[in-house]
């Protein structure tokens, strides 16, 4: 089955204050709304990614809500921004059907 997820085009690692951004993706949603390696995501939609409920209700929300928009606070060398971004539709073959479409042709 092909499936469809929500897609910000970012790779990140929780911390204290919030999931700190270790790379961006060329042309990603996240390099759009202008996040950076570095920058700290502190919150979303006003919920702060401080503990692990918020910070997997985050990732849900990436994964499920494609076209939608969240509202980041990030913080970049001690500034605190406002940034808004919206989520894009990705779709995925899961690896399973890859291999069998490759053993098909």
């Keep these: 089955v092909i499936g469809k ?47 692990k409920s918020n910070r997997s209700a ?12 969240l509202q980041l606070t990030i913080l970049r060398t001690g500034r605190t921004i406002p940034r808004t971004l919206l989520l894009k539709l990705k779709i995925y073959m899961p690896m399973s059907l890859f291999l069998l479409r490759l053993e098909i042709c």
């Design 58 to 69: 985050f990732y849900r929300q990436i994964r499920y809500s494609p076209h939608e928009e």
């Design 5 to 51: 997820v929500g897609y910000l085009g970012f790779v990140g690692n929780p911390v204290e204050n919030g999931i700190e951004i270790a790379s961006v993706g060329s042309g990603s949603p996240a390099q759009r709304a202008g996040l950076y390696p570095g920058n700290v995501i502190l919150s979303y939609n006003k919920l702060p990614l401080t503990d």
